[in-house]
Nanobody, 126 residues
């Protein structure tokens, strides 16, 4: 079992930055694939970014490329999402998730992730 706890959300103005954290406990993440997803009101949960913990390979959805950076700290067993140049359309609850085994072709599908945090709210004002 892996327990995930997100933090770092908040209310920011457009153009601002936030760093989201996802602290993991229960197991080390060395063999997992970690992802960030978000869900805006009335919308489906959507993929944001993912990282293979062991190799560091990263992948982003097009709308966040160049603005978001996913990273991890193995010593702290913690995942991060640095969000820059925030836009109102980035407003959502952000979730981190862990996948035991997910092929690259399925990496953006939230159904392939086994463990989820409770989410942290990001609100961007215009």
């Amino acid at each position: 079992q892996v327990q995930l706890v997100e933090s770092g959300g908040g209310l920011v103005q457009a153009g601002g930055s936030l760093r989201l954290s996802c602290a993991a406990s229960g197991r080390t993440l060395s063999t997992y694939t970690m992802g960030w997803f978000r869900q805006a009101p009335g919308k489906d949960r959507e993929f944001v970014a993912t990282i293979r913990w062991s190799s560091g390979w990263r992948y982003y959805t097009d709308s966040v490329k160049g603005r978001f950076t996913i990273s991890r700290d193995a010593a702290k067993n913690t995942l991060y999402l640095q969000i820059n140049i925030l836009k109102p359309e980035d407003t959502a609850v952000y979730f981190c998730a862990a996948a035991v085994l997910v092929p690259t072709m399925d990496i953006i599908d939230p159904r392939n992730y086994d463990y989820w945090g409770q989410g942290t709210q990001v609100t961007v004002s215009s």
